[in-house]
């Protein structure tokens, strides 16, 4: 084990990154003064992660797309690893590293394939969120699992709290699913496969009629404050909030609202209205 960990620290690796979640890497890569590199999209470029890297010393590839990334780099790699991109490897890019290619999806496997998987989780109401760690193919989320991990998010927390527990177990576990993958160790897959969607800004409106109270509590949980925030359009007002509460009876108590959803009621109180 001590001279596989010793490996690990001497393989070279190219970072693939948009987000919090892939600086993070960088930044402990960085700690650790491993042989790294990093890339990053035109396609949604946060301009404050290329600011990071340049100050953090880090080479950096900027892309359009992964079709002709062989072309942009001019040495090979032992591993990719793939934290937060928004682009979806063909098979020719994935071929370019020695060992192959891992990727930090906020979601348990095969349960939650697909975008916004920690959005879906809060949506849907789970007891226990979960992350996979996956050796990448051309299948999106079919890879073999790695690592899988679940953590508790308490009620009252909410999508941002969920992100900083995922960013922080992806550190915590991104050597042990490099060792796995060094020594092909695969984790079982249990449970229906499941696709879901990415979400957009359309996906924030509330639909009483359609929605029940408690999808609705989730849905503010898992918009706020990262994306675009729920509302609901009432008599032509659009009603802008970050936090629903659940009602079994119309009992308004100290809400500046309260809705009729699918099954139940919602109040949503003056300070939660933005």
């Known amino acids: 084990m ?3 960990k010793e490996k690990i620290f001497q393989l070279s690796y190219l970072v693939f990154l948009n987000n919090i979640r892939g600086l993070n890497i960088i930044k402990l890569f960085s700690k650790k003064k491993m042989n790294f590199e990093a890339v990053i999209t035109t396609k949604n470029l946060n301009k404050k992660i290329l600011q990071d890297l340049k100050k953090l010393k880090v080479r950096h590839i900027i892309i359009k797309n992964c079709k002709n990334l062989k072309k942009n780099l001019k040495k090979k790699y032992d591993v990719f690893v793939v934290a937060g991109f928004p682009h979806i490897f063909n098979q020719e890019t994935l071929n370019l590293p020695k060992f ?3 990727n930090l999806h906020a979601g348990p496997l095969p349960k939650y394939r697909g975008g916004s998987p920690l ?3 809060i949506i849907n109401n789970e007891k226990k969120i979960g992350i996979s760690i996956i050796k990448l193919n051309k ?3 079919g890879g073999k699992i790695l690592i899988k991990k679940y953590f508790d998010l308490g009620k009252n927390q909410n999508i941002l709290n969920a992100h900083k527990k ?3 177990l992806f550190k915590k576990n991104i050597f042990d699913s490099i ?3 060094l020594n092909k160790i695969y984790i079982k897959k249990i449970g229906k496969e499941n696709y879901f969607r990415q979400r957009n800004r359309k996906d924030s409106e509330v639909k009483l009629d359609e929605m029940t109270a408690t999808y609705v509590v989730n849905l503010a949980r898992s918009q706020y404050p990262l994306y675009t925030s729920p509302f609901i359009i009432d008599k032509n007002n659009k009603i802008i909030f970050k936090k629903a509460y659940f009602e079994k009876s119309k009992n308004k108590k100290n809400y500046k609202f309260l809705f009729k959803c699918k ?3 919602i109040g949503i109180k003056k300070k939660d209205i933005l």
């Open 263 to 265: 099954k139940n009621y």
């Open 100 to 102: 192959g290619s891992i």
């Open 2 to 4: 001590k001279k596989d």
């Open 166 to 168: 995922v960013n922080i």
């Open 179 to 181: 060792h796995n993958l």
């Open 139 to 141: 299948k999106i989320d």
């Open 119 to 121: 959005n879906w989780q």
